[in-house]
């Protein structure tokens, strides 16, 4: 009797047991259904996690900052014997907002123990480097055909004066050979990024310092470059060289530029930003690398009342403008990097008397705020469209793909300068 009664109970378990086996299997197909109240409600609760993760930053580029003198003497406050150049770049200040990496090349070098000097040997007030900081810039070029003007301690005390900038990323010139093994490696909203700077050559000044000790100023070889290519490559989502090069006042890339151009881009650098040339240069893209072969001058005083090439090249610059994005996928770590929305806008360094400090001053002025003018005798006889038309017609000499911001000309404004 006992041992019906022990068979009976393991019946009514195992019965038990299918019943929680076939409940739990149909209420869970059940839940899965998508016309099912209870899974919706879950589906609004917990959202799916997406593997795809997304990370954008905006770079914006500019060209050469010719110090000449007078910009310095402009920038002199003698009350205090200090230089301030801030007011020289309001406009930039408001435009750089707007973006997260943000490069110029700085053409002269800075050493305080020493006068400031102009053409052809230049030494500019530190205190230049403190308003481009404080106006936004955070990349910056130091290899320039000047780097060398001042003697090979001077270059060094320049490269010195970057070294002590926090978040700035500078290359192209060093205080010493372990600051030039130093490769900085920048954060951008997730992308990560470097920049490398070279020169073709500095005016044939300093040579026997430099062999000496070669990393006061880098100067350009195939070799060098494969070096620090090697070395940051792998390290960063983006990958910026700085070149010094070409030839100054010519509207177009040299064919050693070109050739330069398609090594790096061999080589995986993802974009460079030409300079030297005091002209804006075409861009182009080889394969996925995108070239600006010259910003021509950010600012400078190469301007006077001469209708030359030279003077009317030196007024004009430009802002190369692009957007990055970095797409990975978190499930293997896979990424893909993409250039696009490649954009411009010229600037115009505009000199003018000001009664506030009984001299000439100078603004670098986006052509977007531009008026007829500003022109002044530089471009005598000419309205801004057609400057701007004709820039713009340099610019997409090898490809008019880009996108270059309008002109803004109130009606009132329209008229030559």
Known sequence: MAKLRKKAKRKLLLIFVLLVVLIGFFGYKFLLKDDNPIKKKIDEIVEPVNPIKTYTAKLIATGDTVIHSGLYRAAYKSDTKTYDFSGMLTYTKELLKDYDIKYYNQETIFDDSKSPVSYPRFNTPSAFGDAMIDAGFNVVSL???????????????????????????????????????????????????????????????????????????????????????????????????????????????????????????EHGVDIVLGNHSHSVQPWEKIGDTVVFYSFGNFISNQMGAEQSIVRKVGVIGLFGTLDITKTLDTRDNTKTITIDNIGAEFNYTYRYYDSSIGKNNYVVIPFSKMENKYLNVYYQGKDLQSVYDEFSAVLKKYDDSINIKPLSISEESNTTG
């Open 143 to 265: 290899a320039t055909n000047h780097s060398m003007d001042m003697g090979g301690t001077s270059a060094k005390v320049s490269a010195s004066y970057w070294e002590s900038k926090d978040n700035i990323l500078t290359h192209g010139m060093a205080s010493s050979a372990e600051a030039r093994e130093n490769y900085q490696i920048m954060d951008a909203n997730g992308i990560t990024y470097t920049m490398l700077s070279y020169t073709y050559g500095t005016n044939g000044l300093g040579a026997g310092e430099i062999n000496k000790e070669p990393f006061i100023v880098n100067l350009y070889n195939e070799d060098t470059v494969l070096k620090d290519i090697e070395a940051v490559r792998d390290k960063v989502d983006i990958l910026i060289v700085a070149m010094h090069w070409g030839n100054e006042y010519q509207q177009v890339a040299s064919e050693t530029q070109k050739n330069q151009a398609q090594f790096l881009a």
